[in-house]
């Protein structure tokens, strides 16, 4: 299947400062990619979806000042969680659909502990 | 919308024996059903789909199984390992590459 990579997988830090994590397609073109938070033992939470070239669709509730989203490539989106606050620590997951097909591949996940 | 339902929340089996997963959907232009299998600390993975033209899928150890009448699909996987232990996601969408709905997930442990 598709590769999807995120970096960095673990992030710690300071409250009121930002964090971006990037999320690559290594072996596809996405031109839509998706952006999901996870809380202990819950399920995937849709924040936002991003598409290349335009600006981001974000769900209901979620702060698009907050976390920004930006997908300046086939390859790359970014999320930017911006004046970071402890209630921000999670787990965050981006993902990509490929070709045709519409499957959807994950990255690996990027936790964010803010202190 | 889409909602999907997904039983049971836990699930603990012998190793060697099998596990089985439902989930139910409400959308009935829904067409799209994967599977997810998430490790601790680490993104899904997906393990396992169908479409909305076929009614059982096969790979190996794990199958799913599609009625489209009743609104409901099933992860089964035969013969347990220990590596099978993991949360198990269903999702369901009607329009590929988008919308994709998750179930709440199963925690699935095989004791050894």
């Known amino acids: 299947g598709a590769v999807v990579s995120q970096h960095p997988s673990r992030v710690i830090c300071k409250s009121g400062t930002s964090v971006k994590i990037e999320c690559r397609s290594l072996d596809f073109q996405a031109t839509t990619m998706f952006w999901y938070r996870q809380f202990p033992k819950q399920s995937l939470m849709l924040m936002a979806t991003?598409?290349?070239?335009?600006?981001?669709?974000?769900e209901q509730g979620v702060e698009k000042d907050k976390f920004l989203i930006n997908h300046a490539s086939l390859t790359l989106s970014t999320l930017t969680v911006t004046s970071a606050h402890p209630e921000d620590s999670s787990f965050y997951i981006c993902?990509?659909?490929?070709?045709?097909?519409?499957?959807?591949?994950f990255g690996e996940g990027s936790r964010l502990t803010v202190l | 919308g889409e909602n999907v339902e997904q039983h049971p929340s836990t699930l603990s089996v012998q190793e060697g024996d099998s596990a089985v997963i439902k989930c139910t959907y409400s959308d009935s232009a829904s067409n799209y059903f994967p599977w997810y299998k998430q490790e601790l600390g680490k993104g899904p993975q997906l393990i396992i789909d169908i479409r909305s033209n076929v009614g059982e899928k096969k790979d190996q150890r794990i199958a799913v199984t599609l009625n489209k009448t009743a609104k409901h699909f099933s992860l089964h996987i035969t013969e347990t390992q220990p590596e099978d232990s993991a949360v198990y996601f269903c999702a369901a969408t009607e329009n590929y590459g988008q919308n994709f709905v998750f179930g709440p997930g199963t925690r699935l442990s095989v004791l050894p």
């Open positions: 991003s598409n290349e070239g335009s600006k981001a669709t974000y």
């Open positions: 993902s990509a659909s490929w070709g045709v097909s519409g499957e959807l591949f």
